[in-house]
């Protein structure tokens, strides 16, 4: 029996290409879950479209950020050539994102204790496709 080598097989485990999939579903998720109120972030632009449909588009940013990624990662997991453009794609995702939590957070900052689960959520897509960015770009194949 061979010795193994653990250097070859460390993160063998983990395809960095599914990292993306799962931050961007993340993301998706917490469009319909509790944000900082009662309501999750849907709910909130069905009720800013009847008053104030100027301002209700905002509230859409993060699903509209998640579908973005989702299809970069798509891409990166049917054709590993498009690397680059993955990238490219996942960052006009997380640019959508961070535009509306620039606009979202401030305006809610007294209310960051009471924070619900769709907030974290989205934080934490927000890291796992900043992660998957990194682990594409660090990537020999």
Not at 104 to 115: C, D, R, T, V
Not at 120 to 130: K, P, Q
């Amino acid at each position: 029996m061979t010795p193994m080598n653990y250097k070859e097989k460390s993160l063998n485990f983990l395809d960095y290409r599914l990292v993306g999939l799962v931050g961007s579903i993340i993301l998706i998720v917490s469009e319909f879950l509790t944000w900082l109120s009662e309501f999750s972030l849907f709910d909130i632009y069905i009720f800013y479209t009847i008053t104030r449909v100027e301002q209700s588009f905002i509230f859409l940013f993060p699903l509209i950020s998640g579908i973005i990624c989702l299809i970069a990662s798509l891409l990166i997991i049917s054709n590993l050539e498009y690397k680059i453009n993955s990238v490219i794609i996942t960052s006009i995702g997380l640019g959508f994102l961070t535009l509306f939590l620039v606009d979202f957070i401030p305006g809610e900052l007294f209310y960051l204790s009471k924070a619900g689960i769709g907030f974290y959520l989205c934080i934490a897509g927000f890291v796992i496709l900043i992660l998957h960015i990194i682990l594409i770009l660090i990537s020999k194949e």
